[in-house]
């Protein structure tokens, strides 16, 4: 979307709309711009979250499998958590076969790291927020 763009939907001057945006990124409030993949045109149709119990290991087998975990290509969201599990890791595959595939490569990233894996499907998107409805 272009700055024109925003500019008529908003009904604003573009220079108004340049410098609200100029602003919003030297306070650090946008620090980035990025594409929003539509994951079905990608073939993409089974989404999983999967939550990881870690096993007392030493924090640099954790820190080879967080980074591994981050790198596979599946990988769409990580967070580490308070609580029962340590992770929350959310999954996009093209079918139940390939999630099983990327869940057998993540049990596979750091052999005896894992204590315990639990699965949720995400059968509907809710909301994903971006923020923004807390900007006045």
Sequence with gaps: TSIAD???EIEAQRDT??????RLERKGVISKYHTILEP???????????????????????QQFVEKLVAHPHV??????????????????????AFDTVLDDI????PGAIADIEIANIIDGLKTDDFSGLLS
């Excluded at 709309?17 to 100029?22: E, L, P, Q, S, T």
């Excluded at 049990?107 to 750091?110: D, E, P």
């Design 6 to 8: 925003i500019a008529r």
């Design 40 to 62: 079905h045109a990608l073939g993409l149709s089974v989404f999983m979250l999967v939550l990881i119990k870690m096993n007392p290991v030493a924090a640099e087998m954790v």
């Design 107 to 110: 049990k596979a990233m750091q």
């Design 17 to 22: 709309v340049a410098y609200r945006i100029g």
């Design 76 to 97: 769409t969201h990580v967070s580490r958590l308070l609580g029962r599990y340590d992770y929350f890791v959310q999954i996009a595959a093209e079918d139940v076969v």
